[in-house]
T-cell receptor, first 112, second 114 residues
Framework: DVKVTQSSRYLVKRTGEKVFLECVQD?????MFWYRQDPGLGLRLIYF???????EKGDIPEGYSVSREKKERFSLILESASTNQTSMYLC???????????FGPGTRLTVT | AQKITQTQPGMFVQEKEAVTLDCTYD???????LFWYKQPSSGEMIFLIY??????QNATEGRYSLNFQKARKSANLVISASQLGDSAMYFC???????????FGSGTKLNVKP
């Protein structure tokens, strides 16, 4: 079974802090994604990566950056956390061939 | 324009009855895939069913079936014999062509009543 893990289920940070959200997948998938989920808005794509060191902006990249130094790991970075980044963050991965996304359990981030 | 539209923010269904969750999509790419995911209150996204644009038959997976009407650009999820454990958020999603970008709808919250 594909497993996607995220470093924290719940996180509380202060405004202005630098925040790292880690995602690891164990199935050698090429593609990895970061979404944020807010009520009534569904899932919105922040960034995705199709290979090591490669990244593409999604629909809402402002205030975020990403890093993919190893194939299995995709990190989301909030350079200076703000209260409007309080949200549920979901990581996902897919193999190179078209197929469904496999999701991690999510990180509920609160910025105070 | 919205790529995926789910017009039902919330729905109720009686246990053991069937329910249809609506999804319409917008694409000009002849090759695309349509997905449904379930998200229980615990938060994890669970893949339910997939329909490819070239698939001739509607997809089925156990109690889940996808009513695919290509001309109408709709991909409704039908859950037969609802169970209490079906209470969750349901998301419709689309992937266009060979791109790795997925588009999600805003979701439908389904409540199954005993």
């Amino acid at each position: 079974d594909v497993k996607v893990t995220q470093s924290s289920r719940y996180l509380v940070k202060r405004t202005g802090e630098k925040v790292f959200l880690e995602c690891v997948q164990d199935m050698d998938h090429e593609n990895m994604f970061w979404y944020r989920q807010d009520p009534g808005l569904g899932l919105r794509l922040i960034y995705f990566s199709y290979d090591v060191k490669m990244k593409e902006k999604g629909d809402i990249p402002e205030g975020y950056s990403v890093s993919r130094e190893k194939k299995e790991r995709f990190s989301l970075i909030l350079e200076s956390a703000s209260t409007n980044q309080t949200s549920m963050y979901l990581c996902a991965s897919t193999p190179g061939a078209p197929g469904e996304q496999y999701f991690g359990p999510g990180t509920r981030l609160t910025v105070t | 324009a919205q790529k995926i539209t789910q017009t039902q923010p919330g729905m109720f269904v009686q246990e053991k009855e069937a329910v249809t969750l609506d999804c319409t999509y917008d694409t000009s790419d002849p090759s695309y895939g349509l997905f449904w995911y379930k998200q229980p209150s615990s938060g994890e996204m669970i893949f339910l069913i997939y329909q490819g644009s070239y698939d001739q038959q509607n997809a089925t997976e156990g109690r889940y079936s996808l009513n695919f009407q290509k001309a109408r650009k709709s991909a409704n999820l039908v859950i037969s014999a609802s169970q209490l454990g079906d209470s969750a958020m349901y998301f419709c999603a689309m992937r266009e062509g060979n791109f790795n970008k997925f588009y999600f709808g805003s979701g439908t919250k389904l409540n199954v009543k005993p």
